[in-house]
Structures are given as structure tokens and as C-alpha cells.
């Protein structure tokens, strides 16, 4: 399908578009014809909303990083170092060659469909009013969590993800499908977080619901 506003090419069960950020619903919406009595049978997104409602906007959108595979690169590298120095003492045959050289192959091929497949198949959005996260290939899974449902936002780093800037974020809600969701692989992941937590902070207030000082 195709996004209604910029017409990138978007997979089909797609909420957001990735290249501009528009809402799919929201936009389908608003370029759907009114004509006749039919007009009044709009869907209530289609309705622009009253004095004192915020529209929902894209915050954010983000997807899994090249950067947060860096130890399996490093652990696959290890392990081509290994094959080789084994090969080297043990004096290896052509034969015995060609089956490291083949095992080495298919470790680095694992690893790049690994990257490939997180990369394609996790998709994060950020709104002011719900975090949505997309995930599948062919087949595709979409999870909302509302913003002002979002009790606690958490940063998990390691020592290399601290000097790379990457990282994951929990998050604790009390929405029931979900009441723990890791978003893996963030670049610039302490933004990200504080980003998710002022969203559910703002929404709360504009609910009117009061937040404890942390």
C-alpha cells in the first residue's frame, strides 16, 4: 500500500508512515471524498478535533540499530580469529580449509540475516498520545500502548552501549496486554527515554491526572 500523503511505498498492516510520519488513518480520512448523505456517516477520526483536544502527532519513529549488534560482530570476528589459528597449528588440509572457510561463511551470513530481519521487522512510533510498536514481516503484529497508561520508562545499557550511545528501553504500563515492553537496539537511547517520558507526563497532565515527583 501507499502512503496518502507522500505515496511511499508502506507494508500493509503499516500505522504510521517512515518517511513522513503521517497518521494512515488519520490521512485516508482526510482525502475521502463527502458526498451525499454519505458525508455524515464520516468515522469519528475523520472529525477535527474540539477546542482544548491536542491531535495526535509523531514524536518519534525509530527502528533497530546496526550499532546495537556490535558484540556479535565482535564474537563473530572472535570466532573467525579462532577457526583460523586452529587451522594454522592443527595444519589443516584443503579439505579441512574449505569446511572452516564454509562454517566461517555461514556464521557471518547468520549474522547479517539476523540484522537484516530486526531491521525490517521492528518499527517504533512515539505520539503524544500512544506508543505503537510494528513488528513481522509477512506477517505483521501491531501493539499500542497509550502514553498516559505508561507508569515507568527505564534505560538498559552495557559498557559498550554506554560509549556508542545505544541501548534498550523498558517500559512498565498498566495497560494489560502489556504490562512490560523492551524496545531494543536505540540509538541516542537516554533522548529517546526522556522523550517517551515527557509524552506520558504531558498527557497525563492534560488529562488532568496527578504525577507524583520523582
Not at 15 to 34: E, Y
Not at 145 to 166: F, H, N, S
Request: proline share 4%.
Amino acid at each position: 500500500m501507499k502512503c496518502p500523503a507522500c505515496a511511499a511505498e508502506l507494508p500493509a498492516e503499516a500505522a504510521f508512515c517512515h518517511k513522513c510520519g503521517v497518521a494512515i488513518n488519520a490521512a485516508v480520512d482526510q482525502l475521502a471524498p463527502t458526498r451525499g448523505p454519505a458525508a455524515g456517516k464520516r468515522s469519528r477520526a475523520a472529525v477535527p478535533p474540539t477546542a482544548g483536544e491536542d491531535q495526535e502527532e509523531v514524536l518519534w519513529q525509530g527502528q533497530f540499530s546496526k550499532l546495537a549488534m556490535l558484540g556479535a560482530w565482535i564474537a563473530g570476528g572472535a570466532f573467525t580469529l579462532v577457526i583460523i589459528v586452529i587451522g594454522i597449528f592443527a595444519s589443516f588440509t584443503g579439505g579441512a580449509w574449505a569446511i572452516a572457510a564454509g562454517v566461517i561463511v555461514l556464521v557471518w551470513i547468520a549474522l547479517v540475516l539476523r540484522l537484516l530481519y530486526l531491521q525490517l521487522s521492528l518499527h517504533y512510533y512515539l505520539t503524544n498520545q500512544r506508543f505503537i510498536h510494528e513488528r513481522g514481516l509477512l506477517w505483521r503484529e501491531v501493539d499500542r500502548i497509550e502514553t498516559i497508561d505508561i507508569d515507568d520508562v527505564g534505560v538498559v545499557q552495557g559498557p559498550v552501549e554506554r560509549m556508542l550511545k545505544i541501548g534498550s528501553i523498558r517500559l512498565r504500563s498498566s495497560d494489560a496486554s502489556t504490562p512490560e515492553f523492551m524496545i531494543q537496539g536505540i540509538e541516542n537511547v537516554r533522548q529517546v527515554a526522556s522523550l517517551i517520558d515527557d509524552a506520558r507526563r504531558k498527557e497525563r497532565r492534560r488529562r488532568g491526572m496527578y504525577i507524583e515527583s520523582v
